[in-house]
């Protein structure tokens, strides 16, 4: 092939590889999941400021933000996420949930026990409030909606 014969070919041929690349793009879906961000500021053991509702579609993140002028410890109900927040430790200060269960879960601030301090995310099968002397304040609560 030559000339304008060749040229008219690669151009059907480009033509015809961008239709497939879009019908091949256009049959894969993206599952990019949604991510929000909360803020609470925390002053002497106090809830005193925080985002009004944290909720979130299932399968979406959200990050915990905390502003804390003293370490507590942060549960989530129904997840059994424990974490401790601790102004001299920044990483600390932020924590996600990713919003596998669907449902209402109350998010609950507890002083630090001493003997069981320790620095990030914890899961625990079971949390009793009644076994503990802690102070028990809650934070807000993560809806989680369904799809």
């Known amino acids: 092939m030559e000339g304008?014969?060749?040229r008219r070919f690669m151009l059907?041929?480009?033509?015809?590889?961008?239709?497939?690349?879009?019908?091949?793009?256009?049959?894969?879906?993206?599952?990019?999941?949604?991510?929000?961000v909360f803020e609470v500021e925390i002053?002497?053991?106090?809830?005193?400021s925080v985002d009004n509702k944290f909720e979130i579609s299932q399968g979406d993140t959200a990050f915990i933000k905390f502003s804390a002028d003293e370490p507590?410890?942060?549960?989530?109900?129904?997840?059994?996420?424990?974490?401790?927040?601790?102004p001299s430790d920044s990483a600390s200060l932020e924590f996600k949930i990713v919003g596998e269960f669907t449902?209402?879960?109350?998010?609950h601030m507890h002083e630090i026990e001493q003997k069981t301090h320790r620095k990030g995310d914890?899961?625990?099968?079971s949390h009793d409030h009644s076994s503990t002397?802690?102070?028990?304040?809650?934070?807000?609560?993560?809806?989680?909606?369904?799809?």
């Open 103 to 107: 449902g209402n879960f109350p998010i």
């Open 43 to 48: 002053k002497n053991g106090k809830v005193e």
């Open 122 to 125: 914890h899961n625990h099968e």
């Open 72 to 86: 507590f410890t942060v549960f989530v109900h129904g997840y059994d996420i424990e974490h401790i927040v601790d």
């Open 4 to 6: 304008p014969l060749k």
């Open 133 to 147: 002397n802690s102070k028990h304040v809650l934070i807000s609560n993560l809806i989680v909606n369904p799809n």
């Open 12 to 36: 059907v041929l480009n033509v015809a590889f961008i239709i497939c690349l879009s019908i091949i793009s256009i049959g894969c879906e993206t599952t990019e999941t949604g991510v929000s």
